[in-house]
């Protein structure tokens, strides 16, 4: 399974950017696909996941209510909506695929995206 992440951006506090994860290669329904962040001199964290099917999504706490993931089966994209982003929320944000709850056991990686809000 090949990962494809984009949609990183500079933006300012309080806007939005949109990140796009496209699977290719041999994609599996057992696996859910979602987002994980790392943030200068801290450990990567987990931000949001999604259910192949798309029926299941998982968020983080830190996120919940500003983010959105969501799937398009026709391309066998997903996507991370990211609006009212503030500072805090600058990181390298990196695309997976995996197994367990919060996507505890990461099978496939693809690079990351930068995301960097301005206050």
């Known amino acids: 399974v090949q990962l494809q992440a984009s949609g990183g951006g500079l933006v300012q506090a309080g806007g939005s950017l949109r990140l796009s994860c496209a699977a290719s290669?041999?994609?599996?329904?057992?696996?859910?696909v979602g987002w994980f962040r790392q943030a200068p001199g801290k450990e990567r964290e987990f931000v949001a996941a999604i259910s192949w099917s798309g029926g299941t999504t998982v968020y983080a706490d830190s996120v919940k209510g500003r983010f959105t993931i969501s799937r398009d089966s026709a391309n066998n994209t997903k996507y991370l909506q990211m609006n009212s982003l503030k500072p805090e929320d600058t990181a390298a944000y990196y695309c997976a695929a995996g197994v367990g709850p919060k996507l505890s056991t990461v099978r496939y990686w693809g690079q990351g995206t930068q995301v960097t809000v301005s206050s």
């Open positions: 290669g041999r994609t599996s329904s057992s696996y859910a």
